[in-house]
């Protein structure tokens, strides 16, 4: 028995809690992994696991066997990363999960020239809005985009993203141009949510962060989609530049309440907090990190 992967085979099973979802992210049979379990088990002399049908738990000796486990497969990936970092060049899979906009139009583009530059990288990219499970699906690496990080996530920020306050020529011509953010109350606003109707939005007042409420008769996960909104006269967008650059460009919508800056949103590599980062994934994270400074 290899002990080494045994080891690692049940660390996975016991973060994720099944049998099937570890064969199914090693690409094997249910019954390789139960096999490798019962064998370190009968290797050890003890019950890691108490199997259920519906859930799976840990024996005391399995808790403690897991905590040593993490930290030997810890230093081992350490020696190992610093092997590779001895010869200077990255190989192996990374997992990359990245949001769809912001991953389509500035983050492709370097990725594509980040594989170009290391060809025995191989990258599989997971474009989507959705906040993934670094564990369960076998993430390296995350970018997301956000204002707050949660306090135990584990992230590296790579650079920010201006926000902008838009809408068309036509809407403002109709119900005219809010001076003050307090006057977006009184207009039609088109808002960005993952989980229901955002009812504020924040800009620097006096040299603070003041919410100020709207009213949205439009919301949306998607930022392109209100953009869209925004051409067609729909009402006012509050979304990050780099969606609204090419309808600021071409004229269909201009910027207002210049004088009141909303907060950056920043851009983060989102890491699992209990691996070694491998010596690939840093190297991709220095790269972003140098290109979206």
Known sequence: MDRLQAMHVFVRVA????????AHQLGVARSVVTRQIA???AHLGVKLMVRSTRRLTLTSAGAAYLEKCRVILTL???AETGVAEERQTPRGTIRVSLPLSFGLKRVAPLLLQFARRYPEVRLDMDYSDRRVNLIEEAIDLSVRITGKLGANEVARRLGT???CVIASPDYL???GTPRHPSELAHHECLSYTM???QQTWIFEVEGGPVSFPIHARLHANNGEALIEAAVQGMGIALQPAFIAEAALVSGKVITLLDDFRSP??????????????PYR???LMDFLADQLR
């Open 15 to 22: 973060e994720l809690g099944s049998f099937s979802a570890v």
């Open 281 to 283: 994934v840093k190297v």
């Open 161 to 163: 993203i201006p926000m």
């Open 264 to 277: 950056e949103l920043g851009i983060y590599a989102m890491l699992t907090s209990n691996r070694q980062v």
């Open 173 to 175: 011509a109709e119900h």
């Open 76 to 78: 081992v990936e350490a």
């Open 39 to 41: 064998a370190l088990e």
């Open 195 to 197: 989980v229901g109707a």
